[in-house]
């Protein structure tokens, strides 16, 4: 009976041994806001544990509110300068946070805002790994204030399919992006709504979507980073004022 628990506490003990090395080794992996998105952040009208909420400067009632889901261990506040850019231009932004800042551990974040304003319509869209978390939170959408779905470097799968969704949906990738799956890329357009529109931005890279510094596996961008964040802006809000 000993030598059992006496073996019962060398396996819970390696158990949380390897549960806290993989957390640090996650915590390790992250990517940080650099200064001018932690600048942007201080600008936020609301943050709280679960997003941060930039309000529209001059906001308009037929104007949807703009939902995002953060690129893998990219810290939320790394799109801010992104989100204060669609706020002066008119619309009410939510940047959400997620454990771990992993938005496939919390796919339903977007849901906090929607229950808030059921009457407001919105779109919905993320980078990299938070657009697939996007497209499956949108997938099972029942309102019909979802209008449309957007895409950064990023794609939907399967289980987030919008092919019979009568909504719109916006693809914005770089050039030289060397993170993002292009095969899978490629693949993905069979899941997209009927209405989608394709934008590329030459010389961008998959880091350039926000404001974190460079990543792993990257290839190197040949236009500034604010360059591609102001082409990025753009390309959304002319999207954006196609939904009504």
Known sequence: MKKLKNTLIILLT??????????????????????????????????????????AHHPKENKPTVIFYQGALVDAASYSSL????????YNVYLLKSPLDLAILAPNQAKLIV???????????????GGVVASRFAAKATTSNLRGVFFLASYPDKKGSLAHKKITSLSITASHDQVLNWKNYRAAKQYLPQVAVFNQIKGGNHAGFGNYGKQKHDGNATISNAKQQSKITQVLTAWLKTIQ
């Open 83 to 90: 989100a204060l850019n669609l706020a002066t231009n008119g």
């Open 115 to 129: 229950q808030k304003q059921p009457k407001q319509t919105y779109v919905v869209g993320g980078h990299s790994l």
């Open 14 to 55: 390696l158990l949380l041994l390897l549960i806290g090395g993989g957390y640090l080794y996650t915590k390790s992996q992250l990517h940080h806001p650099q200064k001018i998105a932690l600048t942007a952040a201080k600008q936020a009208t609301k943050e709280t544990n679960s997003y941060l909420y930039f309000k």
